[in-house]
């Protein structure tokens, strides 16, 4: 069982940025592909990127290539999404999501564990 805690959401201007972080418990943190995904009101839950078990590969969804980075320290069992240059459309609720596995998957039904999201909230 794992549990996932983000943390780190808030208001920002566009062109701002923000880091969140999502705290994992569990022994067998680094066994786990860790995603990041976020929902919009009115909207479906969006893959925004993943990061493999090691840290060395990641995925991103083009709306947020160049602009969000995702790192993890398995040391303290914690990702963390950078967030530049934050744009209105950026405002959601983010979601870190972990699955045991050696991919790196980008569709929400592939993930087993849920956190219970952070509001991100950008205004022009």
């Known amino acids: 069982q794992v549990q996932l805690v983000e943390t780190g959401g808030g208001l920002v201007q566009a062109g701002g940025s923000l880091r969140l972080s999502c705290a994992a418990s569990?022994?067998?943190?680094?066994?786990?592909?860790m995603g990041w995904f976020r929902q919009a009101p009115g909207k479906e839950r969006e893959f925004v990127g993943v990061i493999g078990w090691s840290g060395v590969n990641t995925v991103y969804a083009d709306s947020v290539k160049g602009r969000f980075t995702i790192s993890r320290d398995n040391a303290k069992n914690t990702v963390y999404l950078q967030m530049n240059s934050l744009v209105p459309e950026d405002t959601a609720v983010y979601y870190c999501?972990?699955?045991?596995?050696?991919?790196?998957?980008?569709?929400?039904?592939?993930?087993?564990?849920w956190g219970q999201g952070t509001q991100v909230t950008v205004s022009s």
């Open positions: 569990g022994r067998t943190f680094s066994s786990y592909a």
């Open positions: 999501a972990a699955v045991r596995s050696f991919r790196l998957p980008s569709y929400a039904y592939e993930y087993s564990y």
